[in-house]
Structure formats: C-alpha cells, structure tokens
C-alpha cells in the first residue's frame, strides 16, 4: 500500500499553512515541532519567522536536543543561548528534551541497538510534528525526517550511541553503515512510541551538501524544489531523494555525490525493512487542487 505524500512548490509561510492543512494530521494536545536550531555560524538552516504561522496554528513548543560534539549546542546553557541568539525565544516556547536527563525507548528487532535514549522531557508531548530542513549531511549523506527523529530527537548520550552502532565510546570510529542502520533503528523506536501522533513536513529549500549542524556550510547548488508533508518519514524522504535524482538542474550533482558517497539511501530502505513506513509513495501535487 502506498502512503500519501503531498506536495506544493510554495516555499512561503502560507505553503506551510497549505500543507498542514492538507495533510490534516490532527496532532492532539500539547505538540512538540521538532526544528534544527542551526549551528552558530550556519546560514542555511530554517529560519524560525518562515514557519511562526504554522507553530501558531498548531499552539507548538519548539523542542531540540543537545548535540554530542564541540560547538555552541552541546550544553543545555549554551544551546538555549544560541536559539535566542538564532531568534527562536523571540517566536516561540523553546524546550531542550534532554536538559533534564533521558528516556529510554526499546528498539524491537534492532541489529545494533536495544535501547534508544532520547530526551526525557519527550514525555511531556501528546503529539509531534517533524519540522526537517532537508539537505545533505558530511555524515549521513542526506537529513531528513529520519534523521530528524533519530538522532535529532536523540539525548547528547544517544547521539553517542547512534554514532558508535550502540556503542558510545565508538562515536567517531564505528562502522559506517552500522551507523547509518542504527538511525533507522532509533527512528522505529520513535515511531513505536509515538504511534500516530507523529506528522512531518520537510522544505526543501537552500539545499546544501553540508547540514544545518556544520558552522560553515557550502553554498547550495541546486534551485530549491518545494515543501512536502507525509504521515510516513520513509516515504517523505524517499520522494525528496527522488526529486532530487529527477530534477533538470545540473547543480544536483553536488548533493547527489554527497548522498552516493556516504550511502545515504541505506537509512531509508533500513527503515522501511524495520517497517517504519514504506518506499512506495503516490506524490499529490496540492498546487494543482
């Protein structure tokens, strides 16, 4: 069975309001919108005034976690300086999950991990809504909304233990694509939990080959595609990879060697193997409605 993924090529506030509402996810109670705060320095992350209507609309508090590398995002106290320095306090509720410890969520059927250990304060969510810039990554080849859930969602300790296949003392030196594997294993512990409380959009747009967590980023090459909003994060990034291989503009060369080089697809069909959602997908272009 396909899931349904839609899509809009209005990079505007108001394409989000649209495919929200398309969407029509109906988050409940109090919702977490899981962002990408940006590292210091970086400029090509979402900027928090292009998605305040959407964060109104849906009464949400903007939740991150700490990272598990040197920057200004690996401390609870400098993290939330730098989402005031980045506008986000401005605009919103800011709540770091992982200030006061973690969560452990079972992984079923994991290969590498058991247990994946998120932010504790996750806990204090009804309903999430997976706010992805999606863009290329020095590590995982692509982010998206598997990454978003996986090691985005994960405590600084997680992170570790994503990185190092379960292992955290192996962060930088464990297998590759152990690594790549374990972010689908953490991402269908999320879903587990969550259950059908969860909805994502990803906006692809200033699509550099480097993430929001690099401080210098490259300049994007290729023209910014659209928005697209799915209730599956396998089918979501599954259909932006495609558009991305089926554009016409030759700067997507740049990203597509970024994702090849790193073998970024592994994530997507690990997950969709694990049953976190499908690789089949009908795109609903909404500007045609």
């Known amino acids: 069975m396909k899931s349904k993924v839609y899509f809009t090529k209005d990079l505007t506030s108001d394409g989000l309001l649209k495919i ?3 969407l029509n996810p109906n988050l409940q109670g109090k919702v977490g919108v899981k962002i990408h ?3 210091a320095g970086n400029q090509n992350y979402l900027r928090p005034d292009f998605m305040k209507e959407l964060v109104d609309l849906v009464n949400g508090t903007i939740i991150e976690c700490n990272t598990a590398y040197d920057g200004e995002r690996n401390e609870t106290v400098k993290h939330q300086k730098l989402m005031e ?4 306090t401005k605009y919103f509720k800011v709540d770091i ?10 992984v079923k059927n994991g290969k590498y991990l058991k247990t994946n250990y998120v932010g504790a304060k996750l806990a204090n969510y009804d309903s999430i809504l997976v706010l992805s810039h999606f863009k290329g990554h020095p590590m995982g080849g692509f982010g998206g909304a598997l990454k978003n859930i996986s090691i985005g969602l ?3 300790h997680g992170k570790a233990v994503i990185h190092g296949a379960g292992e955290a003392e192996k962060i930088w030196s464990s297998n590759h694509d152990s690594f ?8 269908s ?4 939990y969550e259950k059908s409380n969860i909805a994502f959009i990803n906006v692809m747009k200033n699509m550099s080959v480097d993430c929001d967590c690099c401080s210098v980023a490259a300049d994007p090459k290729i023209k910014d595609i659209g928005i697209l909003a799915s209730l599956d994060p396998v089918a979501l990034d ?3 990879l495609d558009l991305v291989y089926n554009s016409n503009d030759p700067g997507k060369a740049d990203l597509i060697e970024r994702i090849e080089s790193r073998n970024g697809t592994l994530t997507v069909t690990k997950a969709a193997e694990l049953g976190v959602g499908v690789l089949e997908y009908e795109l609903i272009d909404i500007d045609k409605n």
């Open 97 to 106: 999950l992982d200030s006061e410890g973690e969560l452990e969520l079972p």
């Open 85 to 88: 320095s980045h506008e986000w």
């Open 37 to 39: 705060s940006g590292e």
């Open 180 to 187: 790549l594997e374990s972010m689908a294993e953490a991402a």
């Open 154 to 156: 994960a405590s600084s």
């Open 20 to 22: 929200y509402r398309a």
């Open 189 to 192: 512990s999320v879903m587990d």
């Open 238 to 240: 599954k259909a932006c």
